[in-house]
């Protein structure tokens, strides 16, 4: 009913950038809070930075200072502009949304990317 398609990611330098991009399409009646989370080689999956509707955000620790998300709420996007990339910061990174879908439940439920791999180089 609902897919989320990622674009954005590949391999950079360290100090380098990339922006990533998500976009919601399908049986979409409305999205609440947006995301990115990431998960690297043997760690759990760990939040990035998150955009409520209104465009409150949320930023890990790692991200503040150098991540920027946004969103489009006519286009159903999010974005993740990240600079001064570290090795550290590579990993899959999942797009996420809080979407209520046209079923008549009126729930909203978490949907997920299939991920987008950031490599980032020494």
């Known amino acids: 009913q609902v897919q989320l398609v990622e674009s954005g990611g590949g391999l950079v330098q360290a100090g380098g950038s990339l922006m990533l991009s998500c976009q919601a399409s399908?049986?979409?009646?409305?999205?609440?809070?947006m995301g990115w989370f990431r998960q690297a080689p043997g760690a759990q999956r760990e939040l990035v930075a998150l955009?409520?509707?209104?465009?409150?955000?949320n930023y890990a620790e790692s991200a503040k200072g150098r991540f920027t998300i946004s969103r489009d709420n006519a286009k159903n996007t999010v974005k993740l502009q990240m600079n001064s990339l570290k090795p550290e910061d590579t990993a899959v990174y999942y797009c996420?949304?809080?979407?209520?879908?046209?079923?008549?439940?009126?729930?909203?439920?978490?949907?997920w990317g299939q991920g987008t791999q950031v490599t980032v180089s020494s």
């Open positions: 996420y949304a809080d979407i209520r879908v046209r079923d008549g439940s009126g729930r909203y439920n978490p949907y």
């Open positions: 399908g049986r979409i009646l409305s999205i609440n809070s």
């Open positions: 955009i409520s509707s209104s465009g409150m955000t």
